[in-house]
């Protein structure tokens, strides 16, 4: 059964920076974009950064120039290194992936337990 887990959560004041994980496990023949979402109270959940297999990435733009998403294929893992952090970014922060659990088969998103990130001003 595939689960993904999440950790590196937690408080920080505002220019401070967390870095999260999120590693895959259970089963999986294949993972095609990883990425990261957020959600704060009252809000829908939105994209924070993505990535490709082969790298390539993609930002929200409150989050550009701050946030560096990167992954270890051999892992299964997806991070998110979160700099000069603004109470604005204050939310639960779930990890996604599309992944594949047998050849031939569709593949699915699945997603993290969500984990807390909380900026103080």
């Known amino acids: 059964q595939v689960q993904l887990v999440e950790s590196g959560g937690g408080l920080v004041q505002a220019g401070g920076s967390l870095r999260l994980s999120c590693a895959a496990s259970?089963?999986?023949?294949?993972?095609?974009?990883m990425g990261w979402y957020r959600q704060s109270p009252g809000k829908q959940r939105e994209l924070a950064a993505t990535?490709?297999?082969?790298?390539?990435?993609n930002y929200a733009d409150s989050v550009k120039g701050r946030f560096i998403i990167s992954r270890d294929n051999a892992k299964n893992t997806v991070y998110l290194q979160m700099n000069s952090l603004k109470p604005e970014d204050t939310a639960v922060y779930y990890c996604n992936a599309n992944i594949r659990i047998r050849i031939w088969v569709p593949s699915y998103d699945y997603w993290g337990q969500g984990t807390q990130v909380t900026v103080s001003s």
């Open positions: 990535i490709t297999t082969d790298g390539r990435t």
């Open positions: 259970g089963g999986i023949f294949s993972i095609d974009h």
